[in-house]
């Protein structure tokens, strides 16, 4: 059975994000974010979209982009105090911004992937953060039941990419990016490098080609990836 070629153009795989639409994008600051992905979802200009990622980068960089261009309506995330912009259009009430610990944003992005309705923990079950959540006993302790999050589309970044969509990320920017490949309806992976069909050992695949619907292969890249030193 041949593989199908999933490599395609940059215009033509983000066109399928419209208004209203729900977008997970890869990354923890700089490594693993789709830097390339992200200016052509503000090229082509959706509106009303819900992000979901780690952080809202830094000024001028990512996520700053989509606000820069008011394409956000909601965030959700774990934090935003490295861009004032973000700060300030939340206090303005211009975006809707739900907070979540890190490591719970991760799992509610596992659990989405994993057809899971949910999670229970007792992070934040003493602070606003519960506010409004459902809360449930088991053996006598109190936990917050946290939904899991799906997403219409993700956004993810690779260091490496046959041309079936198999996916290798580099070091710590794997991230979020494989949660995220696995909890959305559509997969638009960029990659630094395309490889052929073979050339990437098994171990070294950390998504796997059926999760991946299209794949834009990077010529160059721009200055925002260059933060990173590797």
């Known amino acids: 059975m041949k593989l199908p070629d999933k490599i395609g153009t940059l215009e033509e795989a983000v066109s399928c994000i ?16 789709p830097f390339t992905l992200i200016r052509e979802l503000v090229r082509q200009g959706p509106r009303d979209l819900t992000i979901i990622k780690n952080d809202a980068n830094e000024a001028d960089m990512g996520v700053d982009h989509l606000l820069v261009s008011g394409q956000v309506a ?30 719970i ?15 229970l923990t007792d992070i934040g079950i003493d602070t606003e953060l519960a506010n409004d959540k459902q809360r449930i006993n088991v053996d006598g302790k109190a936990f917050i039941v946290e939904s899991a999050l799906r997403a219409d589309v993700a956004l993810v970044h690779a260091d490496r990419a046959d041309p079936f969509g198999n996916l290798a990320f580099a070091a710590t920017a794997r991230n979020f990016n494989p ?11 960029e990659a630094e490098q395309l490889v052929p069909l073979g050339d990437l050992n098994a171990d070294d695949v950390h998504t796997p080609g059926p999760f991946v619907d299209e794949l834009v292969v990077l010529n160059e890249l721009s200055e925002e990836y260059a933060v990173v030193q590797r």
Request: hydrophobic share 50%.
């Open 74 to 103: 909601r965030l959700v995330t774990t934090h935003i105090g490295l861009n004032p912009r973000a700060i300030a259009m939340m206090n303005a009430g211009e975006i809707e911004v739900e907070f979540n610990a890190q490591g």
């Open 18 to 33: 419209g208004d209203g639409a729900s977008v997970m994008i890869g990354g923890f600051g700089v490594p693993g974010t």
């Open 105 to 119: 944003l991760a799992e509610r992005i596992r659990a989405g992937g994993a057809g899971l309705g949910g999670i």
């Open 179 to 189: 949660l995220m490949a696995m909890a959305a309806a559509r997969v638009i992976a």
